[in-house]
């Protein structure tokens, strides 16, 4: 069984900065592609960002890019995702994700080209 836990979530000003963390167990951590989306009230939940295998590759949805930065460390199996010019839409529960095999998914994102879903970490940034 898979399990995936986020942390690092919390209240921030806008233009702020916070870093997400998502552990994962369960499975070779390390052979699996690995994404972040989020949900704000009322919204459909969002793709955010996905990371290859190695870390080699990445990709963003057009709203963070050049703000977030996903990354992992194989070592410590664990998915982060750092966040920079934290904007009040930013606002939303952020979920960590994980892949089907090693690459990023096609088309990265949907949901259904992930499996396993963590619980998720809220983060509030104050106008």
């Known amino acids: 069984q898979v399990h995936l836990e986020e942390s690092g979530g919390g209240l921030v000003q806008a233009g702020g900065s916070l870093t997400l963390s998502c552990a994962a167990s369960?499975?070779?951590?390390?052979?699996?592609?690995m994404g972040w989306f989020r949900q704000a009230p009322g919204k459909e939940r969002e793709f955010v960002a996905a990371i290859n295998w190695s870390g080699g590759s990445t990709y963003y949805a057009d709203s963070v890019k050049g703000r977030f930065t996903i990354s992992r460390d194989n070592a410590k199996n664990t998915v982060y995702l750092q966040m920079n010019s934290l904007k009040p839409e930013d606002t939303a529960i952020y979920y960590c994700?994980?892949?089907?095999?090693?690459?990023?998914?096609?088309?990265?994102?949907?949901?259904?080209?992930?499996?396993?879903w963590g619980q998720g970490t809220q983060v509030t940034v104050s106008s």
């Open positions: 994700t994980t892949g089907r095999n090693s690459w990023i998914p096609t088309p990265p994102e949907v949901r259904r080209s992930y499996d396993y």
């Open positions: 369960g499975r070779t951590f390390s052979s699996y592609s």
